[in-house]
Nanobody, 119 residues
Framework: QVQLVESGGGLVQPGGSLRLSCAAS????????MGWYRQAPGKERESVAT???????NYSDSVTGRFTISRDNAKNTVYLQMNSLKPEDTAVYYC?????????????WGQGTQVTVSS
């Protein structure tokens, strides 16, 4: 079992920056693909960024060049640096840990942190 707790959300003006953190406990995140997802009101949850254990990162088209995902396995923490924020980035951001081991899927979610981009 992996417990995930997000922090760092809040209200920011367009063009501003935020850094989200996801602290994991219960198990090491080594071996897990870690990701950030978001869900805006009335919309489905979507992938924002993921990072494999080797550090390979993937981003959605809408955030490429503005967001950076990183992980610190020693601290059991994943980060999402968000720059040049836009109103359309407003959403609840969720941390995810996902692993397939010996054919078994392990998939864990945090409770989410609200990000609001508004002037």
């Amino acid at each position: 079992q992996v417990q995930l707790v997000e922090s760092g959300g809040g209200l920011v003006q367009p063009g501003g920056s935020l850094r989200l953190s996801c602290a994991a406990s219960g198990s090491s995140i080594s071996g897990y693909t870690m990701g950030w997802y978001r869900q805006a009101p009335g919309k489905e949850r979507e992938s924002v960024a993921t990072t494999t254990n080797s550090g390979t990162a993937n981003y959605s088209d809408s955030v490429t060049g503005r967001f950076t995902i990183s992980r610190d396995n020693a601290k059991n923490t994943v980060y999402l640096q968000m720059n040049s924020l836009k109103p359309e980035d407003t959403a609840v951001y969720y941390c995810n840990a996902r692993r397939i081991l010996l054919g078994w899927l392990s998939n864990y979610w945090g409770q989410g942190t609200q990000v609001t981009v508004s002037s």
